[in-house]
């Protein structure tokens, strides 16, 4: 399965985004689909995670803030991003997981800069 990002872009502080990872192949069988990002000079990190079982969970830094999504019928996972701050800035991906650790190819990402 092929994953493919977007909806990056720049937003002010406090403003909101919308990223989508769009699928080649079905993900209904797939356990985990996760967004990662990675930041200048920083390691890739989980962000938010979905499971075909309907959990979700997140990094601390963004609870509350943004809200993972998957629909199975269109092959895509969506990121919601609110109240988004200048540590937010990073180059998004998504992959997928069967119960641990991300086991698809890394696309390009999207990326998402947030300033005034």
């Known amino acids: 399965v092929q994953l493919v990002e977007s909806g990056g872009g720049l937003v002010q502080p406090g403003g909101s985004l919308r990223l989508s990872c769009a699928a080649s192949g079905s993900i209904s069988s797939i356990y985990g689909m996760g967004w990662y990002r990675q930041a200048p000079g920083k390691q890739r990190e989980l962000v938010a995670r979905?499971?075909?079982?309907?959990?979700?969970n997140y990094a601390d830094s963004v609870k509350g803030r943004f809200t993972i999504s998957r629909d199975d019928a269109k092959n895509t996972v969506y990121l919601q991003m609110n109240s988004l701050n200048a540590e937010d800035t990073a180059v998004y991906y998504c992959n997928y997981d069967f119960g641990s650790q991300p086991v698809g190819s890394w696309g390009q990402g999207t990326q998402v800069t947030v300033s005034s």
């Open positions: 979905s499971t075909s079982g309907g959990n979700t």
